[in-house]
């Protein structure tokens, strides 16, 4: 579970819906990894020093949809393309992680942020904004699931 400090909420696909473009947010914490939803598997990309953020929700087995990137704001999608790539760097002097991409657009925006604001089912919405360690709404707890 990838875990935002700020408003102690998940990184969840919205709804649990398993459909390409789908958005991601976070919501509130499930016990012990019960909503598959919140659930991701990490892959290193040894050759980029990246990772590919992958959904549980393409089963335990599989694992093909990944978190990607329209530049503006985190979704599910089926396979992986240039956007699918985050790095996961820890902060300094702390045991949160900043989750960032790769990819670069004009204004600068790569890092998942927590935007406070509500989205339509009591989650809430996310951005990419200008990496910014000291940013605490762009900082994440990992916590493996038992």
Not at 8 to 15: A, E, G, K
Not at 41 to 57: D, H, K
Not at 86 to 99: D, L, M, P
Not at 127 to 133: V, Y
Request: hydrophobic residues 35%; contains cysteine; proline residues 3%.
């Amino acid at each position: 579970m990838l875990i935002n400090v700020q408003a102690n909420m998940v990184l969840d696909v919205y709804n649990g819906y398993l459909t390409d473009f789908t958005q991601i947010q976070t919501y509130h914490i499930g016990p012990n990894c019960s909503g598959i939803a919140e659930v991701w598997r990490l892959e290193f990309q040894t050759l980029t020093s990246t990772y590919i953020i992958r959904s549980a929700l393409s089963g335990s087995n599989a694992w093909q949809h990944s978190m990607h990137t329209n530049g503006t704001a985190p979704y599910l999608h089926l396979g992986v393309s240039s956007d699918a790539y985050w790095f996961v760097v820890r902060v300094s002097g702390t045991n949160h992680w900043n989750i960032y991409n790769r990819d670069y657009n004009s204004t600068g925006r790569s890092s998942l942020r927590n935007t406070g604001i509500t989205s339509g089912n009591g989650g809430r919405n996310l951005e990419l904004a200008p990496l910014d360690p000291s940013d605490i709404a762009q900082r994440w707890e990992l916590f493996v699931c038992p």
